[in-house]
């Protein structure tokens, strides 16, 4: 039996009051939502032995009747919902992620991405030779190589995270490598035209000798790594330049040291972009069946003060009464999402966000609900907007 079905019949016990069978089910689930299940229940089972021994329910305390939405007792019974993360590869209607490695997708894919990173390299190096603005065009050239890949990963359908992930820090090393690489070829191209002058007749072998020799004495290393150190030694300057080097109002510059921390920053802004663009995008809900990625759309929002009588009526599927908590008041701080991949699926998705201010906090993060719950919601969405 997958984990997904384990938590579905775990579901079905806790609500027919068989906690002990279960447990014992829970118990032997390799998967942190487990343990949050296990203390909740454990919580439940309290309550309900308080409440036979009181023979009286058990009042709220201030602390939940006064608490914000993100952090309020959403039901007195748990919210027994199967959280979506985590059951990479599990049979169902919707995933997220694979454990299969699609070799198809995989080399599409990085081709794709690879020339996003070539281009967007090129276009950080042609830049930079006229105006060069720390950190923004880094960040710029990473964006447009991300384009490329939420691209290819979207249209190959690439749900293999680790794949996602090496290709996204490739693509990076190749931005930047090309950005550095195109520098170098260009300064060379610069100094040998300026040797040409005196020496119109040197080969390239001559040249190649000499610019060597030259990166040597200057560095201590030959070649690429020569001219890279160079630049660190010249530093980084916040000016306006041509690509001769004549600067326009220096400010300030740096020295060896500070110029490779901020290479560094550099190629780490550029791998996390590329990196969480692709392990994100490949990791979003997927239609297995009609095989298409989801996409969440608005059911409603709830009223602060109706959020827990929302929560009991998802928790218990009651489909009658769980539409008339949405409305279509944007004003409320409390926003339901709903997916579904087609009117027969078996099951959808639910996410609930809180707004406070310019933060977004998860109410209840992507979560499997019945399909005829996320029917009613979806129809409850028809008639608000």
Not at 80 to 102: M, V
Not at 124 to 149: D, E, G, N, R, T
């Amino acid at each position: 039996m997958s984990i997904r079905n384990q938590f579905v019949k775990a579901r079905e016990l806790i609500q027919n009051e068989q906690y002990a069978e279960a447990r014992a089910i829970l118990n032997a689930i390799d998967h942190s939502q487990a343990q949050d299940w296990l203390k909740r229940l454990d919580a439940l089972e309290a309550r309900k032995a308080k409440q036979a021994t009181s023979n009286a329910p058990v009042a709220k305390t201030s602390n939940q009747e006064t608490a914000s939405p993100a952090q309020s007792t959403i039901s007195e019974d748990g919210l027994w919902l199967i959280p979506l993360r985590g059951f990479s590869g599990e049979k169902g209607s919707i995933a997220i992620g694979s454990k299969k490695i699609n070799i198809t997708a995989v080399i599409i894919t990085l081709i794709v991405s690879l020339i996003g990173g070539v281009v967007a390299g090129l276009g950080l190096m042609y830049s930079s030779w006229y105006v060069y603005l720390y950190i923004f065009q880094p960040i710029l050239a990473a964006l447009v190589a991300a384009l490329f890949v939420w691209g290819a990963v979207k249209l190959t359908k690439l749900r293999h995270g680790r794949s996602a992930f090496f290709i996204g820090l490739l693509v990076a090393l190749v931005l930047y490598g090309t950005y550095r690489v195109g520098n170098y070829i260009d300064f060379r191209r610069i100094v040998y035209e300026e040797v040409q002058t005196f020496e119109p007749n040197i080969t390239n072998a001559e040249f190649n000798a000499g610019f060597n020799e030259l990166m040597r004495e200057e560095t201590g290393f030959s070649g690429f790594l020569g001219y890279v150190h160079l630049e660190a030694i010249e530093g980084l300057s916040v000016s306006f330049r041509s690509r001769s080097g004549v600067s326009s109002g220096e400010l300030f510059r740096t020295n060896v040291f500070f110029t490779y921390v901020y290479w560094l920053v550099e190629i780490i802004i550029i791998i996390a972009t590329l990196v969480l663009t692709a392990t994100d995008t490949s990791s979003k809900p997927y239609c297995v069946k009609s095989g298409k990625w989801l996409d969440f759309t608005l059911a409603g929002y709830i009223p602060r003060e109706q959020l827990n009588a929302f929560m009991n009526a998802l928790n218990q599927g009651d489909v009658n009464t769980i539409g008339q908590y949405l409305t279509n008041n944007s004003s409320s701080s409390i926003r339901v999402n709903v997916a579904m991949c087609d009117r027969q699926a078996g099951e959808g998705l639910i996410h609930i966000l809180y707004q406070e201010g310019r933060d977004t906090k998860n109410i209840l993060e992507p979560a499997i609900i019945s399909g005829r719950v996320t029917e009613r919601l979806l129809l409850a969405s028809d008639n608000l907007f």
